[in-house]
């Protein structure tokens, strides 16, 4: 899932959910990619959650990252350099501590629209009836930023996605987060005006289109994200696929750390 708001300072329970392993497929477009750089990447990653240990690995598994939500501490994982950091899983603020921050700090508030329709379509995925809903994110235009508009199109079943952040129920629950928008970043903060429901779940199909305006003639940029869940599992994980691999060694300036 994307993490677009300020994700700090409000510790909360993490309630502990079945096992579980999604497999997911993601295609990106970016019509502003430079001449020399590829307009489309692929990824794929697998996610494992077994109470509050996370795991979140790249495929072919170069990349790993392990979080415990009980400690919120994590290791960073580079399996061919064998090497290893450690890091502080990030704590999330709710809605009512945004709208505190924002009253003391209103020079940080960007006024963002959202409608969400449920177009009222049903599709089984892995055993699931799915969703459909389709959310529509608007940042108007203002003197610092020529706006956009994001369009997320997507269908939801009931599950718990992976959470590799460890984070609240109030993220999966709470319009700001549920919905974001990559149209505002730390350290300013979305004040989201939405209408319709919250979608909520595990997407199992989700189309991002994130489109910019383009300025002085030039032409929209234009990203689109695509991603699929191409396994789900609730089978019993092994506790030790959460521990630090063998063989590593700590390198505290691991992926670029100060």
Partial sequence: MRRFLIPI???????CYADTTVKTHTVITDTGSPPNVQSQSELRKVYYRKG???????????????????????????????EYRNYKVVKFWSTSN???YLQKHPEDAIQIESKTIDTGE??????HLAK???TTTTRPPDKNDAGGEETIDAWYIDHEPP???CAPDSVRTETSYAVGTAFVMPPKIARLHHIGPTPSGLAVERTLTHKTAGGKGLA?????????????SDATLDPSLFNLPPGLHENPHLFGAK
Avoid: W
């Fill in 9 to 15: 300072l409000l510790a909360s329970a993490v309630v």
């Fill in 52 to 82: 509050s240990m996370r795991r979140r690995d790249g495929v072919p598994a170069s990349i790993s990252n392990i979080a415990n939500c009980d400690t919120r501490t994590g290791y960073l994982i580079d399996l061919n350099a064998h």
């Fill in 98 to 100: 945004m709208e505190d």
């Fill in 122 to 127: 049903r599709k089984m995925f892995f055993g």
């Fill in 132 to 134: 459909h809903f389709i």
């Fill in 163 to 165: 959470d590799h952040d």
């Fill in 220 to 232: 929209d940029r234009i990203i689109t994200t695509q991603e699929t869940v191409e396994e789900l």
